[in-house]
């Protein structure tokens, strides 16, 4: 008897998605904070509380070269870890949605982003992680 050919599992290919998508973005951040750290400045400006404004406006904008560049790292940190996989994939997810949950702290305005990107982060981390290669780890 013939049988069809085994697909291999989602997960994988979704983490390594997810994972290459954070380094694409940290990049971007990269040449960012080489063009015009200055760019940065009106990220702020719809900010749901006044002390996420106020935080961006002197904390951030301050030294924008620096904290573009730490945005940078910890993107390409998170898809580094979704790439890696393993006990590695768990805290690659679990970053990637806290990402996404504290942008809305920006404003409104995310939401059309997160939520979109949530319905579909969620259910591949939850897939993913409930595989014996991730959950095994």
């Known amino acids: 008897m013939m049988t069809a ?29 080489v063009a015009d750290p ?4 009106p990220f702020a ?3 749901l509380f ?3 404004r106020d935080a961006w406006a002197e904390v951030v904008m301050a030294r924008p070269e620096i904290y573009g560049l730490l ?13 890696v996989g393993g006990r590695a994939a768990r805290v690659g997810w679990v970053g990637v949605i806290a990402f996404h949950l504290l942008l809305v702290l920006f404003g409104w305005g995310f939401l059309f982003w997160v939520v979109p990107a949530l319905g579909l982060l969620v259910p591949l981390a939850w897939r993913d992680l ?3 290669q991730v959950r095994g780890s």
């Open 5 to 33: 050919p085994r697909r291999p599992p989602p997960g994988p290919l979704a983490r390594r998605v997810v994972g290459a998508f954070f380094l694409v973005t940290g990049g971007v951040h990269l040449g960012i904070v």
């Open 130 to 132: 409930s595989s014996p």
């Open 45 to 47: 400006d719809e900010a």
């Open 71 to 83: 945005l940078m790292a910890g993107e390409i940190a998170l898809g580094g870890c979704l790439l």
């Open 50 to 52: 006044p002390f996420v």
């Open 38 to 41: 200055e760019f940065y400045r």
